[in-house]
């Protein structure tokens, strides 16, 4: 198998969070380097989405998704569990994947509608920006609101899920490449956020320098009139 990744994505970080909690070692990493242009030469080949991560199982099987690739991984690495042992654990990872995945959706249109990054590439609309903005911190707090539910180490038990793989990712990524606050009316998450980031999955990736320089002033365009 090969993951083709760029290795401080949102979405390839929930991969490369998950591959390490699981201990999988037998999957090749090929990052793509994105000071070579955007989209990388191989990818017309490899994915008509144009977007990572991308799992080749083999020459018939690609997987485009990044939760798609989780759960292929899980059914084929599955020990220990990591979306839950019975049913009832599975059905609530799943919950708070679909907010967490939700938030990291809202996230994404915010940034598209409010960075200027995205100048010349996106109508930029403060309205829309603030809609996304709104919403991707009410994803964290249900997030929050659901950890009220039961006391435990990590978001759903007491050991990982792919839950605290995509939540920890997106967080992470909002906060140290655009600067975005961590919510301040979500105390069980951040408590969570910060013991997680202790973990030796959670290490930050490097951002380009250029990139870090061109997403700067995403709260102002989102928050100041």
């Known amino acids: 198998m090969k993951l083709y990744e760029m290795e401080f994505g949102v979405y390839p ?17 090929s990052p793509f380097d994105l000071s070579q242009g955007w989209p990388p ?6 994915s008509s989405l144009g ?3 991308i799992l080749q199982v083999d020459q018939d099987i690609i997987i485009r998704s990044s939760i798609a690739i ?4 899980e059914e084929r690495y599955p ?3 990591m979306i839950g042992g019975t049913l009832a654990e599975k059905a609530r990872t799943r919950e708070f994947v679909a907010l ?6 809202m996230f994404s249109f915010w940034v598209r509608k409010a960075s200027p990054l995205f100048t010349g590439r996106e109508e930029l609309n403060r309205d829309a920006a ?19 539910e039961k006391e435990c180490e990590f978001l759903v038990g007491n050991a990982p899920t792919i839950a605290d793989c995509i939540t920890y990712s997106t967080i992470q990524f909002a906060h140290d490449l ?33 990139l870090r320089a061109a997403t700067q002033g995403l709260p102002a365009l989102t928050w100041e009139d």
Do not use: C, N, Q
């Not at 970080?13 to 990493?29: M, N, P």
């Not at 967490?100 to 959706?105: C, M, N, R, S, V």
């Open 41 to 46: 030469k191989d990818m017309p080949k490899l």
């Open 178 to 210: 655009y600067d975005v606050p961590y919510p301040d009316d979500a105390p069980r998450l951040m408590d969570w956020f910060h013991r997680f980031a202790a973990r030796p999955s959670a290490t930050s990736v490097p951002f380009p320098a250029d």
């Open 13 to 29: 970080r929930r991969v490369s969070i998950y591959l390490a909690e699981k201990g999988i070692t037998d999957v090749e990493r």
């Open 51 to 53: 977007t990572v991560p």
């Open 100 to 105: 967490a995945d939700e938030a990291t959706t």
């Open 79 to 81: 020990t220990p569990p």
């Open 130 to 148: 603030r809609l996304g903005a709104e919403w991707y911190y009410r994803r964290l707090r249900e997030i929050d609101m659901l950890m009220s």
């Open 70 to 73: 989780l759960e292929y991984l």
